[in-house]
């Protein structure tokens, strides 16, 4: 079953523009991840946030939490090349083991 | 630092042959993780290891065998493959405690059923 589900799919933007993408999940959580995956790679942490916080900045990464509307939001500002990836949100509904992962957005960014 | 390895990272195998997917990890982590990962699905768990000698079924655990003798070593078996086992799988670990929100993942072994 998927908990999370990302939005948009996929996402074509110019180098150095914004890149915004949106996860939604269905039940109560305790934290949300965010993933990196590079093609043909394994996926690479990214930023957590717990259900009692509302944003988090990790260098040019910025994450929303709306409890209220069980949704998350990741912004890359100023996007770089690198960036280009499929990114995933995790969910974690208690302090178990278990991730319950959306489908991804791939972003291609534009040199 | 070594962190996670799989192997092998590519493999082509019949239908109705055992494989074995290896996994390693170096951080002494107590919980390993198998996924499969097939476009538009995500990633699955097939199954899981809280320490060494307990295993448990994920979201997907059927065709497939774990153990975990060592708390390093997390083997994945297809006993007998199928088709539809053609995946991207993709071992991971993670500590316990807050340090253990973080899942480090392995970099995948692809796997061909004919």
């Known amino acids: 079953s998927q908990q999370g589900e990302e939005d948009p799919q996929a996402l074509s933007i110019q180098e150095g523009e914004n890149a915004t993408m949106n996860c939604s999940y269905k039940?109560?959580?305790?934290?949300l991840q965010w993933y990196r995956q590079n093609s043909g790679r394994g996926l690479v942490h990214l930023i957590l946030i717990r259900s009692n916080e509302r944003e988090k900045h990790s260098g040019r990464l910025r994450v929303t939490l709306d409890t209220s509307k069980k949704s998350s939001s990741l912004l890359i500002t100023a996007s770089r090349a690198a960036d280009t990836a499929s990114y995933f949100c995790?969910?974690?509904?208690?302090?178990?083991?278990?991730?319950?992962w959306g489908a991804g957005t791939k972003l291609i960014i534009k040199p | 630092d070594a962190g996670i390895t799989q192997s092998p990272r590519y493999k082509i195998t019949e239908t109705g042959r055992q494989v074995t997917l290896m996994c390693h990890q170096t951080?002494?982590?107590?919980?390993m993780f198998w996924y499969r990962q097939d476009l538009g699905h995500g990633l699955r768990l097939i199954y899981y290891?809280?320490?060494?000698?307990?295993?448990d079924k994920g979201e997907v655990p059927d065709g497939y065998v774990v153990s975990r003798s060592k708390t390093e070593n997390f083997p994945l078996t297809l006993e007998s493959a199928t088709r539809s086992q053609t995946s991207v799988y993709f071992c991971a670990s993670r500590g316990q405690g807050l340090s253990g929100n973080t899942i480090y993942f392995g970099e995948g072994s692809w796997l061909t059923v004919v």
């Open positions: 951080w002494s982590h107590s919980y």
């Open positions: 039940t109560s959580i305790n934290n």
């Open positions: 995790a969910t974690n509904m208690d302090s178990n083991y278990q991730l319950i």
């Open positions: 290891s809280a320490a060494a000698d307990i295993t």
